[in-house]
């Protein structure tokens, strides 16, 4: 069973899914919406994130039923950024402010990711999603002038770019090389997140979304959710959570705090939990609360 840390709390990297973990829609789910094909598509995602089915299976499927245009996939990148889940934004903002660096790693469509990593303020180059080939010569593709800053909007899918992110093991290589050398955190909700778990040093299941019980029931720690406040007291050390003081973070390293606290953060091993809480206890405003830890 994974240990969180070795000799000491804190982490260099935090990697991210994105769909149903840093927004609390699905990308391909909201294309389907888009297209009026809710049904099919929304079943295919469920038994793929379920581990029920290999996801290579469904990816190139799904794509060819909905033929997703460049402007469609625009569309995508503003639904996620209005469905940021609670806390996601000061999360990730925190724990740069802290030093870590932020990575999305992800098998939604890359143009959506993007947008949602520049909102933010993640670098495009520490954004791994599926690319696309998209057929040029639909619309009125010969006025350039038009389409020079945007694109053509009436592009048109074709293919994906051969990439392990549409394989029901691709987060593990994807990852496995970002974490290599490094003390990294992986967050996700899925079933495609949890192989991961391997080569990160702490997987952190997030049921906030969608709670899926596999992964409820084999991730180090999870949580329940709604946000992702949490987040901040399981990847920072004390060193690291001062430099949040008097910031504008500093109350949601606090309400993550006490979510651990109150067992909304659900941890394999109590020692786990315990070595979180006595890293952090300096935070504490409320002797009540240093009370119930010290019973706990």
Not at 16 to 37: H, M, N, P, Q, Y
Not at 134 to 158: A, K, V
Request: charged share 25%.
């Amino acid at each position: 069973m994974a240990v969180i840390l070795g000799r000491h709390l804190g982490f260099q990297r935090v990697i991210f899914d994105c769909d149903s973990t840093l927004v609390s829609v699905e990308g391909i789910d909201e294309l389907a919406r888009l297209k009026g094909l809710c049904d099919p598509i929304g079943e295919l995602t469920r038994q793929a994130m379920n581990g029920e089915i290999p996801l290579e299976k469904v990816y190139a499927e799904r794509l060819s039923l909905l033929q997703p245009t460049r402007a469609e996939l625009v569309k995508i990148g503003r639904i996620y950024r209005r469905s940021l889940v609670p806390q996601a934004a000061e999360v990730v903002s925190a724990l740069q402010m802290a030093g870590l660096e932020v990575f999305i790693v992800s098998g939604g469509l890359r143009t959506a990711v993007l947008d949602l990593a520049a909102c933010l303020k993640v670098p495009a180059s520490n954004v791994h999603a599926v690319s696309m080939e998209m057929d040029q010569l639909q619309g009125e593709w010969w006025d350039y002038l038009r389409y020079r800053y945007s694109g053509n909007p009436e592009e048109r899918y074709l293919a994906f770019a051969p990439t392990p992110l549409t394989e029901s093991d691709g987060k593990l290589a994807v990852v496995k090389v970002l974490s290599s050398g490094k003390r990294a955190m992986m967050v996700g909700d899925g079933s495609t997140d949890l192989a991961t778990r391997s080569v990160v040093r702490l997987f952190v299941g997030f049921g906030g979304v969608e709670r899926r019980e596999s992964v409820a029931e084999e991730s180090t720690v999870f949580i329940e959710g709604p946000g992702l406040a949490a987040i901040l007291p399981l990847a920072l050390s004390r060193r690291g959570a001062e430099k949040l003081r008097g910031s504008c973070y500093e109350m949601v390293y606090r309400s993550g705090y006490e979510a651990i606290v109150d067992n909304t953060v659900q941890f394999k091993r109590a020692v786990d939990r315990e070595r979180v809480l006595r890293e952090h206890k300096n935070w504490l405003i409320d002797d009540n609360l240093l009370k119930i830890l010290i019973e706990d």
